[in-house]
Structures are given as C-alpha cells and as structure tokens.
C-alpha cells in the first residue's frame, strides 16, 4: 500500500476530496515551504553547437555518428540574470537571464562503439514577471528545464551542432512561513512487497469448484 496505491478510504492520506471538505479541519498550521509568486514557460525549438567533455568510454574512433540528445537535470543554471522594474506596469519587471541545461549526447563511433557525453545548451530569455520587492526576504528567480534533441549532425573531434527541443519554466520564489488549514499529521500507510510468485494467480482461485 502506498499513496498512490491506496484505494480505500482512509481519512488523512493525500488523494482525492469526497463529500466537504471542511470535515476533519482540525487546526491552522505554520509551514515552512518555497511560495511561487510567478512563473511562466517557453517552449521553442533551437539549433545549438554542443562539444562533449566527460567521454565515455574514453578514446572513441572518430568520427562519432549522433544517436540523441537529452537533459540530465531539471534545474538549469541561470547566468547574466537582470531584474528591471517597468515604470508604467506597476509590480511588473523585466527579466533578462541566460539558462543554462546540462545535457547528454549518445552517440556511436566509426567502429560502432556506443558512447555518450556531456555539454550544456544555453538559451536567453527576456520576459515580463512580477517580482515584489520592499522585503527582507528577497525572491528569487530559478529555472526548471528540460532538453531533447531527436536529430543532430557530427562537426569534428567530439563536436555536434544539435536540434533542441527546449522547455524552461522561470518562477520567482520565495522561502516563506505560510499559515495552512490542516487535517492534521498525514497517516502512512504500510507498503506492499512487490511479488512475482509463480502461483499467485492460481492460489487466488477457489478451493472447491461451484
């Protein structure tokens, strides 16, 4: 049993809500959690030049045949990052910012040998978001990105110039205490063992014929 394969139902375990909602609030509770104050995403294809450190297995025969392209992470690196408020859009800024993803390149080598290795891909992004100021606490701006390449074509040496299919979602956050209703402590529930016996299925079967 877990979560996900909880079926029954057991009061306090994440999941749909039946019947009010407001039956089993029990208190207001102070989290601690990341608040997104805005976000926004870009979805575009790009042409980049990629070359591969970190090879392996190492010494390939040139030249390498491109197979695919992906990301490694979810978080992208953000570089050249300026926040420039918008004198006639009140609580609106100008974000401009370089995003970096970390990526994977598989390929083959001339005696067809698989291998991969890695690079970044660098996008720009000039955008409008809100981002409030006047705090201690000041928000910031982070990027959650993903990058598959389906086609890409050998240069030189470990070089490749790759088609890029580039998804990047800009937040701005803010590590805050937030007061929540609550139902109270979450209720786990015990796992099930996964199971590949042989018999299960004819065990289930009844004893007796009817």
């Not at 926004?40 to 695919?68: E, G, H, R």
């Not at 690079?119 to 809100?130: F, G, K, L, P, W």
């Amino acid at each position: 049993m877990s979560f996900c394969n909880n079926n029954s139902t057991i009061d306090r375990c994440p999941g749909n809500i039946n019947g009010n909602p407001m039956n089993g609030l029990c208190e207001k509770v102070c989290i601690q959690t990341t608040k997104i104050f805005d976000a926004c995403m870009m979805q575009t294809s790009i042409d980049s030049t990629v070359t591969l450190t970190n090879i392996s297995p190492a010494n390939p025969t040139l030249p390498l045949t491109f197979v695919s392209g992906s990301s490694t992470s979810s978080v992208g690196t953000i570089t050249a990052l300026t926040i420039t408020p918008i004198a006639d859009r009140a609580g609106l800024s100008r974000v401009t910012a370089t995003i970096s993803i970390p990526v994977q390149i598989a390929y083959t080598d001339a005696n067809g040998v698989a291998g991969t290795g890695t690079s970044t891909v660098s996008i720009a992004q000039d955008v409008v978001m809100c981002v409030p100021s006047g705090s201690v606490i000041s928000p910031v701006i982070a990027a959650t990105v993903n990058m598959a390449s389906p086609r890409g074509t050998y240069v030189s040496d470990y070089t490749f110039s790759i088609t890029c299919c580039v998804t990047v979602i800009l937040s701005v956050q803010a590590p805050v205490n937030l007061l929540v209703p609550s139902y109270g402590y979450c209720k786990i529930p015990p796992c099930t063992e996964f199971s590949q016996d042989a018999c299960q299925g004819v065990f289930d079967l009844p004893l007796f014929p009817s």
